[in-house]
């Protein structure tokens, strides 16, 4: 069974930087899509990034140019780098996997695909 387990959020200023780490445990992340998923106060949970095992990444338009996501398998960790953040990125972030050893390109931004889920991060960004 895989457990993954969130960090990194806080509260951080308009403008700046902030890293979530998404930490596996259990299984190997090698086969496994990781997506990162946010949620607003009354607002629907939308997908932020993922990466294929292999490395393939998906954004969300409202994160270009401003997120990047990245993964290390053999600490089976994967990374969120924010930059640039707004008010509007205030939410729980989540992390999630998604088994998929005959397809290691496989990564999509539609949260029903992902078998494994974390905890959530909470991410304010405020002055």
């Known amino acids: 069974q895989l457990q993954i387990v969130e960090s990194g959020g806080g509260l951080v200023q308009p403008g700046g930087s902030l890293r979530l780490s998404c930490a596996a445990s259990?299984?190997?992340?090698?086969?496994?899509?990781i997506g990162w998923f946010r949620q607003a106060p009354g607002k629907e949970r939308e997908g932020v990034l993922c990466?294929?095992?292999?490395?393939?990444?998906r954004y969300a338009d409202s994160v270009k140019g401003r997120f990047t996501i990245s993964r290390d398998n053999a600490k089976k960790t994967v990374y969120l780098q924010m930059n640039s953040l707004k008010p509007e990125d205030t939410a729980v972030y989540y992390c999630?996997?998604?088994?998929?050893?005959?397809?290691?390109?496989?990564?999509?931004?539609?949260?029903?695909?992902?078998?494994?889920w974390g905890q959530g991060t909470q991410v304010t960004v405020s002055s």
């Open positions: 999630a996997a998604d088994y998929r050893p005959d397809d290691r390109n496989y990564a999509v931004l539609n949260a029903n695909e992902y078998d494994y």
């Open positions: 259990g299984l190997t992340l090698d086969y496994y899509a």
């Open positions: 990466i294929s095992s292999s490395g393939s990444t």
